[in-house]
């Protein structure tokens, strides 16, 4: 049984995938299992994959049909031996050190769940995202339900560090998780969100049935900023996508949220899902509704449920930009004109991702 299995889903990475897969040949800590899932790649990844499995007895190839980055993450995980396990995407890259210092923290304080800081690449600099101001081992409930909460909104972290809350508190990159624990509660990548949040799900199931957590100020991961449109694309199914989202999220918190801890985060998380839909289905320009139509099925859309409850019911302290404050006003009032004017007004400024 290998120490860690490292499960990289692969899909049109053939410029980026040979960094990542060589990071991991390269760690300090060799006893470790790879796994690349080869997700139908049109490009010449799987080709890679296999001329790395041919260089190294301890890569494994998946070749399998286009099925998205969840089930390809789960493929990887029912393929998995190793002691820990932990999610690499294909386009970045862990550390030298990372696989060593994660397994050896986990196991001198005997925790389920191991997690460490990220630097984020960008083309001419590397900028750090630490997560917390001090490191921690706990299995204070309370504790992990805070993580939980991070999870859901990053404002919720309980103890940021000086330059405030990071990117990516749900992010399963830069955490290594025993396998024993996923598989005893049957944790996987849940495909019906279709990539979208569910690696935010995945570790608040993770953190939920976790007994100990520890956390180390040092970065693991290389989390690459590469030029990308993904964010402006449109999305025609996206509010079907947030309904499976929600839908989700509620399951969770009826499982485990039975002290109302993670409602307010929630509404936070509804408000930013709203957010994302102004750029991506209802103001894109391949919208092909006209604009009163566009507001009718927005006015509709903040009238229902979670929306509604929602910006009643989210704290308003936690929203940290102009934008979601302004946002979160016009929809309380439930005014499509007034969400659009904000939306615009944001848009011009550049600041949409905000």
Not at 324 to 333: F, I, P, Q, T, V
């Amino acid at each position: 049984m290998p120490k860690v299995s490292v499960v990289v889903p692969c899909y049109k990475v053939e410029n980026y995938l040979p960094e990542m897969v060589e990071s991991l040949l390269a760690q300090t800590l060799r006893d470790i299992q790879i796994i690349l899932v080869d997700d139908g790649s049109p490009d010449r990844t799987g080709q890679i994959c296999d001329e790395f499995a041919a260089r190294d007895s301890r890569v494994q190839v998946i070749h399998k049909a286009n099925a998205g980055v969840g089930a390809a993450r789960n493929d990887g995980l029912a393929a998995a031996t190793g002691r820990w396990v932990i999610f690499c995407d294909s386009d970045d890259y862990l550390e030298l050190e990372a696989l060593e210092e994660l397994v050896r923290t986990g196991e001198e304080t005997d925790a389920d769940v191991v997690f460490g800081d990220v630097d984020l690449v960008f083309q001419d600099r590397k900028v750090p995202a630490v997560f917390y101001k001090n490191e921690f081992v706990t299995d204070d409930r309370k504790v992990l339900d805070q993580l939980i909460a991070a999870d859901f909104y990053k404002y919720y972290c309980f103890d940021p560090p000086a330059g405030g809350p990071a990117f990516g508190y749900g992010g399963p990159w830069n955490k290594l998780v025993r396998r024993q624990l996923l598989l005893s509660h049957g944790i996987q990548f849940d495909l019906r969100v279709r990539g979208i949040f569910d690696d935010l799900i995945y570790t608040a199931h993770v953190f939920a049935v976790a007994k100990r957590v520890a956390y180390v100020h040092v970065p693991v991961y290389g989390y690459r900023q590469l030029d990308s449109s993904i964010t402006h694309r449109f999305k025609a199914d996206l509010l079907q996508i947030d309904r499976a989202i929600f839908t989700v999220w509620e399951e969770f918190l009826e499982r485990y949220g039975t002290d109302g801890q993670f409602q307010k985060p929630y509404y936070a998380n509804v408000l930013r899902r709203l957010k994302a839909s102004l750029g991506q289905y209802f103001f894109h320009e391949k919208n092909e509704a006209s604009f009163m139509e566009q507001c009718r099925e927005l006015k509709a859309l903040m009238k229902s449920e979670p929306y509604r409850s929602a910006v009643r019911g989210l704290d308003g302290d936690r929203l940290k930009y102009k934008y979601d404050k302004l946002l979160w006003y016009a929809a309380r009032m439930a005014s499509p004109l007034m969400v659009w004017g904000v939306y615009q007004l944001f848009r011009m400024k550049g600041q949409g991702g905000k």
